[in-house]
């Protein structure tokens, strides 16, 4: 079943029938690992890049925890059940899946506040240099914290902004630059930027890099050590599974971990939180970049994600990403392209991260037909639907069944309905 022109499993040149997609799903080498979430039956979620399945262990492991722990043994808890701890035991199991050692990472606070953090102590071992390097297709977030930061505390450095391509950004990079701060696989269209090239030209041009991971670990192998990174951010709530809000990564190289500082300097990351020292002293451990108590019912279940991913081989989650992204496309250009479907994501299997992004002027009506119809992806403004693919719990059916039910949504025009112009809040 292997293509000419790539290393995966969906047929280039033919159309693609039903039977294949069957054959697909009964090769998949991931196909059990379905069982171990739990989601409504005949949902198709395709929103895992956005926010993840739940692991079915999730409920009562987190019931009894709380039961044994919240109501039981209440506050000696933090101590008995090693919850003080989560943040770097459980970013200790994290760290093989990014490519990070022990005590190289943490799980806390969230992801723009992990960039705010990373970006100032970067800024601070690089104060001779006056640039920051990011690009235009960023996630807003990481935007609007560099602009903070430089307004509130370095007004004298600048924001240089690239488009979206490696070369562009590299041209930025000089001697006058300071940090460069990207995000690997682009929240918008799934393109995956050069980790390895891009850091180079940082280091060789003497300056820091941050990598905003949000749409990479846990849907790609990721080797930030390889890579040489210097400090990487990141959530968990997407295809780490932790749920809603769960605890962001902070990734610090460990030759970095002496001299980066962390400027939020609350309690927890005090040397010595219990020692009740007015004056500050931080921990010399990754533990400097905590800041005040964390939030342990979300702590709990990434650790049951953790899990699951702790069992996977990249190699084969990578291939399976690849394949179900390219049978959404080539689908959807079999199919849909009638109806000014746009597809916005790199064709080059290399270059695509575990999305797929479409256009259409309509794509808010669309999605929302789609949501209706028990297909789950997400909007981004002004016109993007966005398909998450997530390896673990996504067949190759649910990608056929996804693709038949757009087409008839497009075929009959459904999406007119006056219901699904109403904009909500969340998108
Ligand atoms: C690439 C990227 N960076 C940062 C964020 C912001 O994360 P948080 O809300 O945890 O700060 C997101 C959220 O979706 C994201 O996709």
Not at 99 to 105: H, M
Request: net charge negative.
């Amino acid at each position: 079943m292997s293509s000419k022109n790539n290393n995966l499993d969906i047929p280039e040149n033919a159309k693609i029938s039903q039977e294949i997609v069957k054959l697909l799903d009964e090769k998949d080498p991931l196909a059990t690992q379905a069982d171990k979430f739990k989601l409504p039956k005949d949902l198709i979620y395709l929103d895992g890049n956005s926010l993840g399945a739940m692991p079915k262990s999730v409920p009562s492991y987190v019931e009894d925890a709380l039961l044994d722990g919240w109501s039981t043994q209440l506050i000696r808890s933090w101590n008995n059940k090693g919850w003080h701890n989560l943040p770097f035991t459980l970013a200790d199991r994290l760290a093989p899946i990014m490519g990070a050692k022990k005590g190289e990472v943490l799980l806390v606070d969230s992801t723009s506040l992990n960039l705010f953090k990373t970006l100032v102590a970067a800024l601070k071992m690089r104060a001779d240099r006056v640039n920051i390097i990011s690009d235009k297709t960023n996630f807003p977030s990481d935007i609007h914290i560099i602009q903070g930061v430089l307004d509130n505390f370095f007004p004298d450095k600048k924001l240089k902004l690239s488009g979206s391509s490696d070369e562009e950004t590299i041209s930025l990079i000089d001697s006058k630059t300071a940090v460069v701060t990207l995000t690997h696989v682009d929240y918008k269209t799934g393109k995956i930027r050069d980790m390895q090239k891009i850091t180079k030209a940082a280091h060789d041009n003497g300056a820091l890099i941050i990598w905003d991971l949000s749409h990479s670990v846990g849907a790609l192998p990721i080797d930030l050590n390889h890579c040489e990174v210097d400090f990487a951010v990141g959530c968990s709530y997407k295809y780490l599974n932790g749920g809603h809000g769960a605890p962001a990564y902070l990734f610090v190289a460990q030759r970095h971990l002496e001299e980066s500082q962390n400027t939020l300097t609350g309690w927890m990351g005090h040397a010595s939180p219990f020692g009740f020292d007015i004056n500050y002293e931080p921990s010399k451990t990754i533990e400097k970049f905590r800041c005040g108590t964390p939030a342990i019912l979300s702590y709990l279940a990434l650790e049951k994600s953790l899990d699951i991913f702790e069992t996977i081989d990249f190699g084969q989650l990578r291939k399976k990403s690849q394949n179900l992204t390219q049978l959404f496309m080539q689908l959807i250009e079999e199919n849909c392209s009638d109806y000014g479907i746009k597809i916005i994501t790199p064709r080059d299997p290399e270059i695509r991260g575990s999305q797929v992004s479409v256009t259409n002027e309509n794509s808010w009506e669309i999605m929302q037909a789609l949501i209706e119809h028990n297909v789950v992806g997400d909007f981004r403004a002004p016109n993007i639907m966005r398909f998450g693919f997530t390896p673990l719990y996504t067949s190759y059916e649910n990608v056929w069944n996804a693709v038949k039910i757009l087409q008839k949504i497009l075929d009959t025009g459904i999406w007119k309905e006056e219901k699904y112009a109403t904009r909500k809040l969340v998108t």
